[in-house]
Nanobody
């Protein structure tokens, strides 16, 4: 079982930056692919960025490429999402997700087995 707790959300002006963190419990974190998804009001949950358990693969949604960076610290059981050059369309609840151990990173919501409660990011224009 894995429990995920996101933090770091908030209100920021367009062009600003935020860093989200996701703290994970469980002994298998270092072998779990992780990802960030987001969901705006009235829209489906959408993939933002993912990172393989080794850190060697980091796919991004086209809308955030070059602005967002995902990383992980396996010693601290934490995954991060650095968000720069934020836009109003980035406003959403951001969710951290984990796959079962040794499975590849995926952009599909259904591929993930554990989810955090989410943290709100609001970008004012």
């Amino acid at each position: 079982q894995v429990q995920l707790v996101e933090s770091g959300g908030g209100l920021v002006q367009a062009g600003g930056s935020l860093r989200l963190s996701c703290a994970a419990s469980g002994r298998t974190f270092s072998r779990n692919a992780m990802a960030w998804f987001r969901q705006a009001p009235g829209k489906e949950r959408a993939f933002v960025a993912g990172i393989s358990w080794s850190g060697g693969s980091t796919p991004y949604a086209d809308s955030v490429k070059g602005r967002f960076t995902i990383s992980r610290d396996n010693a601290k059981n934490t995954v991060f999402l650095q968000m720069n050059s934020l836009k109003s369309e980035d406003t959403a609840a951001y969710y951290c997700a984990s796959r079962l151990p040794l499975r590849g990173v995926s952009s599909e919501v259904g591929a993930y087995d554990y989810w955090g409660q989410g943290t709100q990011v609001t970008v004012s224009s």
